[in-house]
């Protein structure tokens, strides 16, 4: 058995699996996901309500946000608008005390998204003066999540595929950067964007088969309750993917980019 086991354990090896796996459990990559779940439920919702609310196109609102970014349709993203869908009315309710008090939230999000990054490159925290870089996060964020729901009408099969994947990598490749004071250089940085990009096209695809399905039924017996326990699970399988997919950036970087650039630069001297 241990023989043919070996290739196994020698891949396994190669790769530096186990380093992977070790810092995944030093970051708390489940309960750091579970916390961005629930943050970004508390916080960065209602303030993607109000803006989704402000749509002058009006592409169904909030929910419509919400069921493009599951990858659910027909019957399940019906009963998704349905449940969360609130009244346009909500920006003539909206106080200038409540929009301000929706961008701190915004803002709050963004760092509990930055203290992940940070932990990930072993980075201190950065100072509170550069909330500006929260904000500007949460506004091109904000703006990412727009046009992916605008594209949704306006692009079809492989066109918005290439679209979402080039837009998404760009994002999470400048987020990084950006988030993290510029103290990471750009090309260590987008194995990790790449890494995120492909774990979240991998969570829609998981989305659309398990989650389009559980949405019904646990609309049929448990509600609204039901519904929004699905979308916190999701939340929770987005949270994992973004910082899992910066950890396997870093951990690339570390294992497999900077030893062939020493071998190659070991190999250029010798020459």
Same mark, same amino acid.
């Given at each position: ?152 009408? %306006?692009?079809? =099969? &492989?066109?918005?595929? !290439?679209? *979402?994947?080039?837009? /998404?990598?760009? #994002?999470?490749?400048? $987020? ?46 448990? %509600?609204?309750? =039901? &519904?929004?326990?699905? !979308?916190? *699970?999701?939340?929770? /399988?987005?949270? #994992?993917?973004?910082? $899992? ?27």
């Amino acid at each position: 058995m241990n023989r043919f086991l070996r290739p196994f354990h020698s891949l396994w090896d190669r790769l530096a699996a186990t380093a992977l796996v070790r810092h995944g459990r030093d970051l708390e990559l489940m309960h750091r996901a579970m916390g961005f779940a629930t943050i970004a439920l508390v916080t960065l919702a209602p303030l993607l309500i109000v803006v989704a609310a402000a749509d002058p196109l009006g592409r169904g609102g909030f929910a419509a946000w919400l069921a493009d970014g599951m990858g659910l349709s027909g019957r399940s993203a019906r009963v998704l608008t349905e449940i969360i869908s609130p009244p346009r009315e909500i920006i003539g309710t909206t106080s200038i005390w409540g929009g301000l008090l929706l961008g701190v939230f915004g803002v709050s999000f963004a760092a509990s998204v930055q203290n992940g990054y940070e932990r990930i490159w072993g980075l201190p925290s950065g100072p509170w003066h550069r909330v500006w870089r929260q904000l500007t996060w949460v506004v091109v964020l904000t703006a990412y999540l727009y046009q992916e729901v605008q594209t949704r009408t %306006g692009l079809h =099969g &492989t066109a918005r595929i !290439v679209l *979402s994947t080039v837009t /998404g990598t760009l #994002f999470f490749w400048w $987020g990084q950067h950006f988030l993290l004071g510029s103290s990471v250089r750009w090309r260590d940085l987008f194995p990790g964007a790449l890494a995120t990009m492909i774990g979240l096209i991998g969570l829609r695809g998981f989305s659309y088969l398990v989650f389009t399905p559980l949405i019904l039924d646990n609309a049929i017996s448990y %509600g609204t309750v =039901g &519904t929004v326990l699905v !979308v916190e *699970s999701w939340l929770i /399988g987005v949270g #994992f993917v973004v910082f $899992g997919g910066a950890l396997v950036g870093r951990w690339f970087h570390e294992h497999h980019w900077l030893p062939r650039r020493a071998r190659k630069a070991a190999a250029e001297t010798d020459w």
